[in-house]
Structure formats: structure tokens, C-alpha cells
Nanobody, 117 residues
Framework: VQLVESGGGLVQAGGSLRLSCAASGSIFSIDAWGWSRQAPGKEREPVATITSGGSTYYADSVKGRFTVSRDNAKNTLYLQMNSLKPEDTAMYYC????????????WGQGTQVTVRS
């Protein structure tokens, strides 16, 4: 499974960005997709996930502001981020979960999001 993120950038607080993640390879085996982020000096944290059945999960810090979605026809995962805050600044990673391990075994190279106050 290969994952390639795009859509990051520099935005003012209160602004919006939409991240995309193009998936390829043996994606038929994946049962959940997600986004995580890592800010400088901090541990990586989950942001949002969506299962193959369409169930979603959001971290409390982004609920009501971020929306995860997937276009199965395009094999693309999205993260719509609204009302961005400086504390959302981080490297954002797309991830895919293999049901055989139950872990997010695949991830992309990341895309940087910087929110300026």
C-alpha cells in the first residue's frame, strides 16, 4: 500500500485547508483509513479515522472543525479542516490499517500544515 498526501500549506488562523491522500497498491485489504499529526517536540496523535463501513472518529481537539471522507472511486482520502488554529500546526500523515494486524501499518510521507495567528 502506498499513500501520498498533498494539500498542506500556510494559512491564517480561522482559515481552511483540504488535505488529500492518494492510495494505491493492495488497498482492498485495508479496513480503516486515518489522519494523524505530529507537531515539533510532541508525539504523534490521531486526528480522524474512517472505516470501510463509513464510521468516523475525531480527536476532541478537532471535533466540529475537521471532516474526514473518502472517495472510493478515486481511492482518495480527504481531511477538510476549517476554523484552523495555530495549535493545528503540524505534519499531517495519512494512514491505513491492515485488519490482519489491527494496526496502522501504512503511512505516507506527510504534508506540512502551518497556521499563522
Amino acid at each position: 500500500v502506498q499513500l501520498v498526501e498533498s494539500g498542506g500549506g500556510l494559512v491564517q488562523a480561522g482559515g481552511s485547508l483540504r488535505l488529500s491522500c492518494a492510495a494505491s497498491g493492495s488497498i482492498f485489504s485495508i479496513d480503516a483509513w486515518g489522519w494523524s499529526r505530529q507537531a515539533p517536540g510532541k508525539e504523534r496523535e490521531p486526528v480522524a479515522t474512517i472505516t470501510s463501513g463509513g464510521s468516523t472518529y475525531y480527536a476532541d481537539s478537532v471535533k466540529g472543525r475537521f471532516t474526514v471522507s473518502r472517495d472510493n472511486a478515486k481511492n482518495t482520502l480527504y481531511l477538510q479542516m476549517n476554523s484552523l488554529k495555530p495549535e493545528d500546526t503540524a505534519m499531517y500523515y495519512c494512514e491505513a490499517r491492515d485488519p490482519r494486524s489491527g494496526e496502522y501499518d501504512y503511512w505516507g510521507q506527510g504534508t506540512q500544515v502551518t497556521v499563522r495567528s
